[in-house]
């Protein structure tokens, strides 16, 4: 195959520059049959992927759709109605809710926004000294740290919830019954254990994308900070964040992300005391969905679209999350 | 790290040496056990030798095909269009990029609910395939192993795509137009020069697909009505229905090894370089 000989074409990947001269179209040699596949495959790949993009996209349209839908179930279209959005309209005979008439849905929401925002905030600072230290510094134990941080990814998230139950519940024993002090029971099931096991979950993912960042990262402009007599601080605060700040924003936006959304983590670590969005929206899947929950995420997804877009616009951060 | 980490991992190899029941008050160690007063035997062998049953071992089986299949067939449907995105250039290819996050940015719980709607004996699908007269009675897609395989599918392929659209568009282009110049056709490039060095995104994007399939069990749940026994669905089975810790200990062990047996065999076999 390889000696294949194929007349060059002009493809819309190479556009032949005008001053090379269309090579002379050679004598007619015999294309493999996967050559004259991929030949017409410029067009089978559009094809392709517009199909995929549409395979990824389908629920999510139908799910914005069916928030427009007046009916309790989302099983078929009835009519169209802004009743889940604002409550008023066709009079909530069925006993739904709208999200703004709902303090179950609103406070879970809340609740969420509190996990999530704190726990990106740890997660990104122990993340960073923790790129930090695994870039900068040699010490003894740095592959056991490494390995450490690696495997945390590697390891499913089941197994991951199952195991901070299991250390929360012990610890809260060990603590109460032979220490006789329980931390102010921040290990007993509820708002704790999931902010715990939330930053304990996210730090990896910082420092994967902190430690690339770092990497990339010329030091010499930091040498030169500190010949213009910059104080060590002085030169980590107006050299070296600006440089790394994209690498943590993006860190930032995955950890918000990924605690925001976390459900099977946060599902083993909860108990009764505590009520998250993914929490909230698992109990009415099983109970079947009002199309409220399809207006919060309507409504979530145009809000954080709108920050991802604004954000693109500014940083590029996209670069950095890929 | 250490605390919240290693030692969870070293509580769930103790807690599966134990005999079943709910241990939310926590375990104290002993040589008799006691399941009442939270006291538990070190060696205990009973959740294991559960295990030694052919129920575990067909959803072990399932889960294994699941995985393979997840991880392959998101390769197959992803590869040419993270390919064809890496093609675009400028502002376009920064909004598929863009499109391709979007997902992230919606509850994946809803989004997999999203799809009863569309797979529902009266959903979407089937109500538009009944319109067009091209089936009478619906389609049994719901609660069955095709939902949840869809839904599997579905859910990780963006995690397959980006990892893989970010090596291919790192591949220099020149590299293209040599292949070209030496009388190499499409086929040969993509097989000689694309593919090969595109291979470190292939592999953290199977990494990123079939670690988590293994321990699925929100998809299974949802989409498969609880019928469709997975690995991760049993675990979870074990720590809410069945109520017995040790089973669900055991399960999360035997599941830890595997991977890390795979793991361990990858970097023996292959290097550690492409991680």
């Not at chain 1, 030091?219 to 964040?241: C, N, S």
């Not at chain 2, 250490?2 to 005999?19: E, H, K, M, T």
């Not at chain 2, 137009?177 to 056709?185: H, R």
């Not at chain 2, 669905?233 to 399960?251: E, K, M, N, P, V």
Request: net charge neutral; hydrophobic share 55%; with cysteine.
């Amino acid at each position: 195959m390889t000696e294949t000989m194929v007349p060059t074409q002009a493809s819309a990947t190479a556009p032949q520059s005008p001053e090379v001269p269309a090579p002379q179209r050679r004598e007619r040699v015999r294309f493999s049959l996967w050559d004259q596949i991929m030949r017409a495959s410029d067009a089978g790949l559009a094809v392709w992927s517009i199909i995929m993009f549409v395979f990824l996209f389908l629920p999510i349209v139908v799910l914005i759709i069916f928030s427009f839908n007046d009916q309790k179930l989302n099983v078929q279209w009835t009519h169209f109605t802004f009743r889940w959005y604002t409550g008023t309209g066709k009079a909530m005979a069925d006993g739904g809710k709208s999200i703004f008439h709902d303090p179950g849905i609103q406070h879970a929401f809340l609740t969420s926004l509190e996990v999530a925002v704190v726990s990106t905030i740890l997660a990104v600072i122990i993340g960073t000294l923790g790129s930090f230290a695994l870039e900068r510094f040699e010490f003894r134990t740095k592959n056991i740290w490494d390995g450490l941080n690696y495997t945390k990814i590697v390891v499913a998230e089941v197994v991951a919830g199952v195991s901070s139950l299991l250390f929360f519940v012990q610890a809260n024993t060990f603590l109460t019954k032979y220490v006789g002090f329980n931390l102010w029971g921040i290990f007993s099931p509820g708002f704790y254990t999931v902010l715990i096991a939330h930053v304990a979950w996210n730090i990896p993912f910082v420092v994967v994308i902190v430690r690339a960042r770092l990497k990339g990262f010329d030091r010499a402009i930091e040498e030169a900070g500190q010949d213009l007599f910059a104080r060590p601080a002085t030169v980590f605060f107006r050299v070296t964040l600006p440089v790394i700040f994209p690498g943590i924003m993006a860190a930032a936006l995955l950890s918000f992300t990924l605690s925001f959304d976390d459900f099977v983590t946060t599902f083993f670590v909860a108990g009764p005391q505590i009520n998250t969005l993914p929490l909230q929206i698992w109990s009415m899947v099983r109970m079947g969905v009002t199309p409220e929950i399809n207006a919060i995420s309507t409504l979530m997804m145009a809000f954080s679209s709108i920050i991802v877009i604004v954000l693109e616009i500014k940083t590029h951060i996209s670069a950095d999350i890929a | 790290m250490l605390a919240f980490f290693l030692v969870p991992l070293i509580l769930v190899l103790v807690y599966s040496f134990g005999y079943m029941g709910v241990y939310d008050q926590g375990i104290h160690l002993a040589l008799h056990t006691d399941a009442k007063n939270g006291v538990y035997s070190v060696l205990s062998f009973h959740a294991y030798s559960q295990i030694f049953n052919g129920i575990y071992f067909k959803a072990f089986w399932h889960t294994a095909l699941m995985v393979v299949g997840n991880t392959v067939g998101c390769l197959l449907l992803g590869y040419p269009m993270a390919y064809w995105i890496s093609l675009k250039t400028g502002k376009r290819k920064t909004l598929f990029v863009l499109l391709l996050m979007l997902p992230f940015w919606t509850s994946f719980l809803i989004r997999t609910y999203s799809w009863m709607t569309i797979l529902g004996d009266q959903g979407l699908l089937n109500t538009w395939l009944k319109d067009l007269g091209i089936i009478h009675h619906p389609i049994e897609i719901m609660y069955t192993l095709k939902a949840v395989t869809i839904g599997i599918v579905y859910d990780y392929l963006p995690f397959m795509v980006l990892p893989l659209f970010v090596s291919i568009e790192k591949i220099d282009r020149s590299l293209f137009e040599a292949s070209k110049d030496l009388g190499a056709g499409k086929w040969t490039t993509f097989r000689r020069v694309t593919l090969p060095l595109s291979m470190p995104g292939i592999i953290a994007g199977c990494m990123l697909v079939a670690i988590p399939t293994t321990g699925e069990f929100v998809i299974p749940s949802i989409l498969g009505g609880d019928k469709v026994v997975l690995w991760g669905w049993l675990i979870y089975q074990a720590f809410t229905s069945y109520r017995d810790w040790a089973l669900g200990s055991a399960l999360s062990n035997i599941l830890m090894l595997v991977m890390l047996a795979i793991i361990a065999a990858y970097v023996k076999y292959v290097g550690t370089e492409e991680f």
